[in-house]
């Protein structure tokens, strides 16, 4: 029962500590994204700091979009996820095992990343803390998302840009959540509020995403 | 000339004959280090406006010299290994690249630590720290392909195409920054154009500025010559002379 | 001509010993990993190529008396 | 060829895609020991019918049985059962042959007791057995994925072409063992061009049913 | 000569019809991920204004960025890049044809679009024809330089997110005049100055890339 | 076998790669109407060989010669008379194989007056002109990248498995097709495992030599 689960959360580690890179990449584009910022905008501290808490959400959410595009994609091209899909093991627990994968290859890294870039843009002080915790949820919460869009578009040739389309809509929830629990941070407001709400959003993708993504590949192979 | 410039392109020939230099590049580049050091943080006078802080300036200048000169380095390395199939320019290139990234990284975060007492804040978007942070960015890029290709014939030229394209760019970078910056004109302090400095204050600065240079050429030398054994680890000569090794480095090759 | 009172002062800098310490350090750390880097790693090679040359000898010996045996 | 003996039997299957009859009518019945050899000319729908047979495609009409049951009620306990190797054999580049083998163990509980090394080598990959898949000759990856063949105790095996880029001595090997195979009383459904050289073979020829507007 | 580029321009276009989303993609990529930022930092038109030069041009070079990944990618995955090397016709041609048609398909219609954007984002007035002439000169710079990451990358497992680290330094003087070019018309200063320089860097990219994109792909295709 | 006369030659030819030796002292010289098989097991270099003969490789040392002339210093022109058909065959999924072989024609300017209908007609693909590859069966892909063997009129055609999935009577029919292409003065130089049915052909067994430590 669980073998499946262990065997695939312990393969895509070692896949992803095998290319070195991948672990590394979605952080730093994560960095060089913000990095340009200022250089589009404005290099003054204190404009910085007002957009900083977006900023800082949007860049994270992206890093997290495009890393999820390949989270099917390279088993689907060797056959490895036709071979998942025939084997006796309940298929939304190797999902749910990709997905955690998934994010700790990339949702942990960018949450530890996320207070360096801060100090950059020069973010107030009061708004760290609520960064780590909004990203640390927030970006479990994208992974789980994702991993539907990216079960939905994995047959399709040239998925690329048209995964975007069709999850973030469904990131814009997280987004708000995550960038204004920073934002009211930085401006004194408690913040639990919309930390609870992103443990809602946390707690209930956990419970749909992974029987969705499961349902969403069975459509994607057998077409 | 052209047997002078293939005695220089062998990598036996230059596994030797920079075994006998090192030695003293290496006390070189130790003492002016220890001077430097010693005479910047206890000697040379404290600077007017920034206290005893400046002292930073012992290291954060010339690691930012050779951070650039060293992309150099890099670069026109790669460029020889790639025109003339020269294999000891490829392997001085892989060993400059990650030199160099630690070098930016130490200009950065020195100059980091600085930015603290004196602005009162870790970072600015300053036209130079900003030049500083796209070179750091430039040198990870030609480490990550260099350790993505896994053969290693592939990874040299991809990365020595890669910091010859990074190297036309750097002039266009940095002046396209610095534009940047002035268009701006931000209200935030300006980096100290460097004040006509007291000559006290300069001359620890210039034996460190050449401690480094030295440091920079033992550090490349000793990565170079493992990179060379590494590859050549089959060949006869690496293998006799692996035999002369002292004693104690064989027993650990017991176990 | 040396420019602090005392040892204490020279580690407080006035105020600024936090910084320029850890400046100092934290260039020491990387520039010395820098210089041992290489040398671990030559260790490790140089015994990488013993043991194998042992291993060679070995089974040069093995093929040996296996040909003489018969 | 009485149906109550048969572990394994398809009943009047047929299949259309796009309106486009590949195959129907097809009744089989197959029983330990049976090697099933499907045949017939590019596009008839070998591929096709080997993936409605592992469940990756459903049939248009028709039932499959395992054991009596049909699957479509009984899918788990029918995959326990099930090996299939397709065109794209599931191997990961990245990994070395070793590591492909023990994810594939991992995965599927129920393993033999060869090592690792032993299968690998019996597989004529000795010495290949650390280094990263992508570096191995079309043949030698085949092998890799084949290898799984070793280690697997399902009794039915489903194969699609599986001696495509194996050298000759290679597909002497593989006879013996698919033969090995149903001597232990397993059952072996495959698609292949070749001519096999194992006796008592069932064969099932596919017309080129289809037509294209 | 001429064949070898005609031929795979017209290949290239028809591809991208075919799959008629990668038209879209891009374009659709750029649309959400701006309408992201009203969200994740504040909807009110005047602060909007401000940073929507440099917004719009970030953005535009992201969505270049990652569609640039693909430019070898399909080619490379079923042996046409191995065809296209030993064909004899010059190669530089050839890569020129495949970043034209990437600049077609991408691009232009950014460029396109971009006004729109603009006003959704409050762009005064003075912004909208520099957005789009830097637009027009820029993202096809930025196909050229992303051309020749795309070369280096094209024969690794994963390079995915490898290509940001490599090709977004390079894109840096591109952003810089590009965004300050519509700042600066905001602001109400003259702008053939950064135009010209965009220009320059056109031209000089135009010199370089197809060399440079032909070397890279030799490299990374005798590996 | 007098070098003379030789349209295409190799002289000792070597690769390593990471230090492994896979093969040293390749000597062969073709004359217009031969055909040369390159055989040996799995892994024992064929297509690397025919990967250094399309000029997709470099060899470690040795030299080709094409018309007497060494191809290294005249690779434009080599490459003018030069098939190359490798294990990926370059087909677009997504196109047509009509659109396919059209792209083929305008990349390639030097082709045969047949009509794209007949040369995938005669491929068997009739009816199948017009729908994206992605829908062919793994042997009608293979026949929709061969039909460049009949556009073609390049002498030299280097084919790495080129009956890999196609059914008995296309292997067949490309026996015809590469005995005609000889006939005409042509040469073929290919990679199988499987027995030829053409008089006069030519071997080179390639030894199973890399030794991985
Ligand atoms: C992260 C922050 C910083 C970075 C990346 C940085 C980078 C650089 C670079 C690249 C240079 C060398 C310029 C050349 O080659 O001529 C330099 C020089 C210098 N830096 Fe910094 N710097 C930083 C922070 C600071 C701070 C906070 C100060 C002091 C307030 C400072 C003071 C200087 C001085 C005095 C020089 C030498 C004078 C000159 O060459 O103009 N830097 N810095
Ligand atoms: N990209 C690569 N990197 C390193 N080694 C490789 C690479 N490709 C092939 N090899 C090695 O080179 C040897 C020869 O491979 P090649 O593909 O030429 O064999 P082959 O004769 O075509 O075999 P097959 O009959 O299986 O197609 C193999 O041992 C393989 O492991
Ligand atoms: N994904 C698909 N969509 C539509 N049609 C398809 C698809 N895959 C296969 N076909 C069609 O179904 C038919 C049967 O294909 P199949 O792959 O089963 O043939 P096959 O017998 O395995 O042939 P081969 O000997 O070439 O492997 C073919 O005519 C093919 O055109
Ligand atoms: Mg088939
Ligand atoms: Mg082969």
Redesign the pocket.
Known sequence: MGGGFSAILQRDLLLAFRHRGEIANPVIFFFIVVTLIPLGLTPEASRLAEIAPGILWVMALLASLLSVEGLFQSDYRDGTLEQLLITPQPLYLMVLAKVLAHWLITGLPLTLLAPVLGMMLSLPTAGYLPLVLSLLMGTAVLSLIGAIGAGLTVALRKGGLLLSLIVMPLYMPVLIFGASTVQRAVDGFPVDGPLAVMGALLAFSLLISPFATAGALRVSMHG | MWQWFHRLGSPRWFYNTSGKWLPWLSVLAAILLSLGVVWGLGFAPQDAKQGNSFRIIYIHVPASFLALAGYYVMAISGAVGLIWKMKLADMVMKSAAPIGAVLTFVALVTGAIWGKPTWGTYWVWDARITSMLVLFFLYLGVIALQYSYTSQDAASKASAVLSLVGMVNIPIIYKSVDWWYTLHQPATIRLTEAPSMHPDMFHPLLVMILGFYCFYAVALILNTRVEILYRERRTRWVQDMVLETPVSEIREGQN | MFQFESLSDFIQMGGHGTYVWAAYLISLLVLIGLVVSPLLRRRKLVQEVIRQQRREAARQKNSDTAQTAP | MSSQAAIFSLKSLAFERDDRLLFSGISVALEPGDILQVEGP??CG???L?RIISTALNPTSGTLFWRGKDISQHRQDYLQNLLFLG?LPGLKQSLSPEENLQWWRRLNANNSLLSNEEVLASMGLRGYEDVPCFTLSAGQQRRAALARLLITEAPLWVL??PFTAIDKQGVAQLEVLLKDHVKKGGVVIL?THQDLGIDGIRRLSLPLLAEVS
Chains 1, 5 share one sequence.
Request: glycine share 10%.
């Open positions: 590019n596009g070998k591929t096709t080997l065109h699609d072409e698609s």
